[in-house]
């Protein structure tokens, strides 16, 4: 197995760096800044989440290691008392608040978390921990399962037992807690701050009631300062704001100045025991050589009567009033601004009706922050980091040293974001993915073109009985515009490459949720669109394994979200085979290509009637005519038509061609069964003068060609035979030769899975009617602008009973959608929640099951659409006459 250099730390992780741009090596840090390789600078304002305070290689931890090396003073000398240690031990004795004495000196803030376990049972004989929702308090095994977030905790067997958690800033949460377990709990630990969990700082007395409740429950109090300590929030300690004393506080983190691992677990001497003194310990404890920098930290923040905190707190003031005056102007984007000092958090609103079907499955696969921090520090060089608690958040905990014109600096970069998401003009924020990094110019506003997700209407009292869910997906470089107006400045080279960008992941996500659709029946059903991250050309090209494995979970969160029936998108059906690969997920499936198949036809029909075609003598094609919604149409074309030619692919030509000639069997077969039901119409009307024929030759070849049709053994060579005898034609015909089939016809189904167009303007007879079914599309947009003498129909859109939108709504219309959608609505609304439409031969039964599911819930044709807009009798009568006089011309 090959790795790559960059995945040798972290390959998860790597992908994600990587696909952001967040991926750089930093070769330089000095002060407040980093630079890469390439020599380019970034103001840091992420501070290692707290463990940078005083910036990059500050001087006076230099100072400290130096005097180390020259006074060759050893580091790790265990057992014994080492000096560095124990001064650094007095000086957190005499700095700390209340009575903390002991120092239990470790590598990391998760150690000093183990430590206090370990500390609060051995105190105490008791076993549970309570801690906070959505609080952090590190990785190990007992840290994490005291960390308040199922989503970490669950891969690794966590949180183990004799761990119980309660809603932060809630005192009547953890008394009641308390009571339930009176005599069970060791100990509760709590975040002055709840750093990861998006900077919720608590409220005012919530840690002194804490406090008063573990002393009157025998519960060890453990305040948790491993981020807010050592001067972040503005004070030395934020215990020292809220006048409390707990039994234990932790500290990390800036502890070792920025450039040595370096934790401790203080303790008072009520909770402090030999138990925990003989029997905790760690090889690398005491370490002179950290602890050294340890005292050189404690003694640049106290200097000068503690100056530099208080310099700290005024400019944490500054940035919180800055935060909240930005969250004033842009209320409609930002939902809070909270924190305390130098730690701030900005939550945005969740981007989930936002107009843009991008925007909204970003946000939900946790990746809006993780796409913001990638564009300030690509655009404007400013290094901000998102939360493994709150993804909607953006933190803001710059090194302590940071100055007011660099809080300015990061506050208008921040005004320019927030002024695209009000605007809408989400492209520019994803623009420097595709290589451009340039500054944004004027912000376009988008507001007026972008689509909120409308449901019908409920009166009180009226519920959801039915649920669905739809799998989709961009099928060509156009559909990202219409979903998204703002990617109307992208190039279609810049969409194909953002198309490829989205590849990175394959994890679905939610793009919108449809809260009602109401049937005229008066049954009601919501349903969910999730959007998988592959364009057409993408999921043709990928391997098979790889795009059907994200059909699949996409199909297991519709499961998961209560939805009994789950319908196939564009090629997510084709890649799956019809359906077939995410049977048996415990949810119902369809490909949605049967109601496509009748919407299409109508269409067609329609549409050539309007151009004055008479279908029983017109001449029809089929392009992709071995695919599912292909085979379909054609057998149902033959009920109307009888020269039809079937379309394979060319790159494919002997499976194409099997697979053609089986399907002229089976209309034959079809004819047959339609002119025995007395149907006498189209392929079936053909067969019937040919049987006529054969009766009055009555010679033996006749009768035994009659005999092979009435026993129904009817096969290519039969046909061919027959043909020959009687020196007629065979009404269908296969073709892998678009450049020389199409310019004959005039109705052409286009139903192919081609990632590529396959029909220009060069393939169409004047007056000719196609009905573009395929997703992404057959039909080459420069057509439209090409021909102004034949009607290219959009296949498969239906009006629904109600004007319900989905967001962007696919462009269309309200009240309009995508038949295999709404195919997939249909059989919710019925409450018939078995699989439907799957493999590549739909059956005809289901088909007209479907017309008639259409009928009974009002869903039906949407008129004529033609380039996204909806074409009156007036605009066809105009294409009409313009093919006329193309016609006269070409005989001229």
Not at 652 to 680: Q, V
Request: include cysteine; charge should be negative; charged fraction near 25%.
């Amino acid at each position: 197995m090959t790795v790559k250099h960059d995945e040798l730390l972290n390959p998860t992780l790597a992908k994600i760096l990587k696909a952001f741009k967040l991926d750089k090596d930093y070769v330089h840090g000095e002060g407040n800044y980093l630079a890469d390789r390439e020599g380019r600078k970034y103001l840091d304002f992420i501070a290692q989440y707290g463990a940078v305070p005083f910036g990059y290689n500050p001087d006076f931890v230099w100072e400290a290691l130096e005097r180390v090396r020259k006074n060759k003073i050893p580091s790790l000398t265990q057992p014994s008392l080492p000096g560095e240690a124990l001064m650094l031990a007095k000086k957190l004795m005499e700095l700390s608040p209340g009575d903390l004495t002991y120092s239990t000196f470790c590598q990391s803030g998760a150690e000093a978390v183990e430590a206090a376990i370990k500390l609060a049972r051995s105190a105490t004989g008791k076993k549970i921990i309570v801690s906070t929702i959505k609080s952090f308090h590190g990785k190990t095994l007992g840290a994490l399962s005291a960390t308040g977030r199922e989503v970490y905790q669950t891969p690794f067997g966590a949180p183990i037992p004799g761990f119980m958690h309660v809603p932060y800033n809630d005192i009547e949460a953890l008394e009641e807690m308390f009571i339930k377990h009176e005599g069970d709990i060791a100990g509760f630990i709590v975040e002055p701050v709840q750093g990861e969990g998006g900077m919720v700082p608590a409220r005012p007395g919530y840690l002194k009631k804490a406090q008063e409740l573990c002393r009157k429950y025998g519960i060890v109090f453990i305040v948790d300062e491993i981020q807010t300590g050592l001067g972040r929030t503005g004070s030395l300690f934020a215990c020292e704001e809220e006048g409390i004393e707990p039994d234990v506080m932790l500290l990390a983190k800036a502890l070792g100045g920025g450039l040595v691992p370096l934790g401790v677990c203080l303790s008072s001497p009520r909770v402090y025991n030999d138990d925990f003194g003989s029997l905790h310990s760690s090889t690398f404890a005491n370490n002179n050589l950290t602890c050294a920098v340890g005292s050189a930290v404690l003694d640049e923040l106290i200097k000068d009567d503690r100056k530099f905190i208080r310099e700290v707190k005024e400019k944490g003031d500054y940035l919180l009033k800055r935060a909240h005056d930005l969250g004033n102007r842009y209320s409609d984007i930002i939902k809070e601004v909270r924190g305390k000092g130098l730690m701030v958090g900005i939550e945005f609103y969740e981007l989930n009706d936002c107009g843009s079907f991008d925007m909204a499955y970003l946000t939900d696969v946790k990746g809006f922050t993780a796409l913001l921090a990638g564009f300030l520090l690509n655009v404007y060089n400013i290094r901000l980091a998102p939360f493994l608690n709150n993804p909607m958040t953006l933190r803001l905990e710059p090194p302590l040293t940071i100055t007011y014109e660099e809080i300015d600096y990061v506050m208008e970069a921040l005004e320019i974001v927030c002024e695209i998401l009000s605007k809408k003009d989400y492209a520019k924020l994803y623009r420097y993915l595709l290589g451009d990094y340039s500054k944004p110019g004027v912000i376009d506003d988008y507001r007026s073109v972008s689509r909120k997700i409308r449901g019908s209407a409920l009166k009180e009292g009226e519920k959801p009985t039915e649920k669905f869910a739809f799998v989709i997906h961009y099928p060509g470089p156009e559909d990202v515009v219409i979903n998204n107006p703002s990617f109307k400045t992208f190039s279609r080279d810049e969409i194909m490459k953002f198309m490829d960008w989205q590849t990175f992941d394959d994890e679905p996500g939610i793009v919108c949720y449809m809260p009602a659709i109401r049937s005229k029946t008066g049954k009601i059903a919501e349903g969910w669109l999730i959007g998988i991250p592959y364009g057409g050309r993408q999921i043709m090209s990928l391997p098979r394994e790889v795009t059907v494995k994200a059909v699949q979970k996409a199909v297991d969160l519709g499961r998961d979200l209560g939805a009994k029936i789950v319908g196939l998108g564009a090629l997510s059906s084709v890649v799956t085979r019809g359906g077939r690969s995410v049977q048996g997920r415990g949810v119902a499936i369809t490909s949605g290509n049967s109601f496509t198949t009748i919407m299409a036809l109508e269409a067609l029909f329609s549409g050539a009637k309007k151009m004055h075609i008479d279908v029983s003598r017109a001449h029809g094609a089929v392009v992709g005519a071995t695919g599912s919604i292909g085979r379909a149409c054609a057998l149902i074309m033959s009920e109307e038509m009888r020269y039809i030619t079937l379309l394979g692919n060319p790159q494919h030509p002997t499976s194409s061609k099997n697979r053609l000639n089986s399907l002229i069997e089976d209309m034959f077969s079809y004819a047959w069964e339609r002119r025995n039901r007395g149907e006498i119409k189209g392929l079936s009307a053909w067969l019937d003068e040919i049987m006529e024929i054969l009766e009055r030759k009555g010679d033996e070849r006749a009768k035994w060609l009659k005999t092979r049709i009435e026993n129904e053994e009817v096969n290519i060579e039969v046909l061919n035979e027959l043909c020959v005898y009687l020196g007629v034609s065979l009404p269908v015909t296969t073709s892998l030769d678009a450049e020389s089939t199409l310019p004959k016809c005039d109705l052409i189904v286009a139903a192919s899975n081609s990632p590529e167009y396959l029909v220009y303007s060069h393939h169409l007879k004047p007056g000719a009617v196609v009905c573009d079914v395929a997703r992404p599309a057959d039909v080459a947009p420069e057509v439209l602008e090409e021909r102004n003498d034949v009607l290219i129909l959009e296949g498969g859109l239906v009006e629904y009973p109600e004007p319900v939108v989905f967001g962007p709504n696919f462009g269309y219309r309200d009240g309009v959608s995508l038949a295999c959608l709404s195919e997939t609505v249909l059989l919710a609304l019925e409450g018939d929640y078995n699989d439907y439409s799957i493999g590549t031969k739909l059956s005809l039964d289901t088909v007209a099951y479907l017309r008639h599911l259409g009928e009974k819930h009002g869903f039906k044709l949407a008129g004529l659409v033609m380039g996204g807009k909806e074409i009156t009798d007036e605009d066809i009568e105009e294409i009409y006459r313009n093919s006329l006089r193309m016609k006269k011309a070409y005989s001229i």
